[in-house]
């Protein structure tokens, strides 16, 4: 099975997000950065898919600036076979969608994994896009996935509201994971060592056909805010059942919510 | 042209909360452009749903019944291509929830449009439209324009929108769109649907949460959250470490690698307020804390605090409620 698992470089989650002087960007230079959480499920499920049938191959790829390589570092010393960075300043899940899909119209895989969601830009859009661009079956925020028996395909759980998805998906497919799917891998030292010696492919977007229309942002961004601050209310300090009869009388009366 | 297409969710011809949150804004879209709003009511029942979305301002409703169930990605994306094909909108809108995340990126890459997500603002001006949606986990905030000729998909958050009923219902004159299964649409398919046991609303649908923190101490504990839940209607929900403790289920996390909620009333109980928490319900329009620590964070977001004993506070808090809920 030809695996793709498609990697993301984000601010770290615990990571000071600011806005710049003028408003109208974020001041991220020297933030501390990690691998978006969701694509690390990806990439360990396709690490178990490998195990499970010998002779799969599995290709990292990651698109942005240098910074990204890290990406590809972290996959190839858990393993990766081979790591693809498409090398541009910046590009909007469209924009990379539409270069992943460029990098893999030629030999396109049996199977790509992605995260459900990348935790900067919140979208939920590189995905879908990408099964679009391909022609590719695909499936979102699984939790657990099971090979059919014949091995054309999966069985995917997906948690929705009230309930849960049994999903049947035949490959090729884009499958995205959720957290639950597994537990991500360290790496080993002798994996590190071994990444040491793993270059990656390098490739411009231009080099991959990709014009610098297809690549203009989707949507035209204005301003950057923090978000809406809320002032502190009413502590209510007495015993608890006067302090219980107090809120109640408050949410009822002044908040108007019960 | 600039109508707007709501993608209406509902289950048998019930519709849902969401699509009148939706018809209210794509009313006021339309206003603002000069567009009609159209509504799309796929899968089984579809039909019965046409009356109550004209009744929040739908010209036209769009339906399709046949080989949309079960649910199949690639079915509805086509499904709602067709319906844009007729309804030529300038602007799709979903509910941010479950099937938006399945689906808008694809119908908006199908389409040749964008996508803007979970937006918490939209508004169309001088043929322009502007939209707000958080980043980050909620911890910045873009606002963006849109001017292309092509489609924009955007899904709204959920309760982040009031629901507005016109003096005068749309015209709502429905279409049923032919959009018979092809077998390729059926490469990845729904062939279970479980439904959660239980008779408490959704977390991400609720109008109010319960939430209870590592403070409860054991899952048995956890009762005195569902105790007021119930008192309250309200949805149960936990905090990560709670969670992590074994005292609730991962379905109950709020929080940023759990569940974001946006409720009209959340209630922390014993949760100190960490940023990873708060990314999941700050936007909350009402917030009751409840911890014994009066420096908990949590403090600096509520609109109400009570600094007390969890364990006297919470039983009290039910009592009262189930006395004064009842008349």
Known sequence: MKIAVCLKL????????????????????????????????????ALKLR???????????????????????HAFSVGADSGLHIKSASLDARAAAKAVAAALATDKPDLVLCGRQAIDDDQWLFPGALAEALDFAHVTAVSALAQSADKSGFQCRRRIEGGELVIDAKLPAVITCDKGLNEPRAPTLKGRLDAKKKQPVVKTPADLGVSDA??????????????????????????????????VRLLRDEAKVV | MSNILVIAEHANGAVKKTAFELLTVARALAAQSGGE??????????????????????????????????????????????????????????????????????????????????CVAIASSGGKIELTRPVYAGRARVSAGFAGGAVLVATLRPNAFSIDKPAAPGTGAVSALNVAAVPEDLRAVVVEVAKAQSTRPDLTEAAIVVSGGRSLGSAEKFKLIYDLADALGAA?????????????????????????????????????????????MRTSKYIVAINKDANAPIFKMADYGIVGDLFEVLPALTDEFRRVLKS
């Open chain 1, 10 to 45: 984000v601010p770290a989650t615990t990571a000071e997000i600011r806005v710049a002087a003028d408003g109208a960007s974020l001041a991220l230079a020297g933030v501390e950065t990690i691998i978006s959480p969701y694509d690390e499920y990806a990439l360990e499920a």
């Open chain 1, 51 to 73: 195990e499970a049938n010998p002779g799969s191959t599995i290709q990292a790829i990651t698109a942005g600036n240098d910074d990204a390589l890290k990406c590809l570092q």
């Open chain 1, 214 to 247: 297809d690549l203009a942002p989707a949507l035209d961004v204005t301003k950057y805010a923090p978000p809406p601050q809320k002032t502190p209310g009413k502590i209510i300090s007495s015993p608890a059942k006067e302090a219980a009869a107090e809120l």
């Open chain 2, 37 to 118: 709003v159209h509504a799309a009511a796929f899968g089984p029942g579809g039909g019965g749903a046409a009356a109550e979305l004209a009744a929040y301002g739908a010209q036209r409703v769009f339906m399709a019944e046949a080989g949309l169930d079960p649910y199949a990605s690639l079915s509805w994306t086509r499904a709602i291509a067709a319906a844009a094909g007729e309804s030529k909108p300038a602007i799709i809108l979903f509910s941010a929830g479950s099937l938006a995340r399945d689906i808008a990126g694809r119908v908006a890459t199908r389409l040749d449009g964008a996508l803007a997500s979970d």
């Open chain 2, 236 to 280: 149960p929900g936990a905090s990560r470490a709670a969670v992590d403790a074994g005292y609730a289920p991962y379905s109950m996390q709020v929080g940023q690698t759990g569940k974001t909620v946006n409720p009209a009333l959340y209630i922390a109980c014993g949760i100190s307020g960490a940023i990873q928490h708060l990314a999941g």
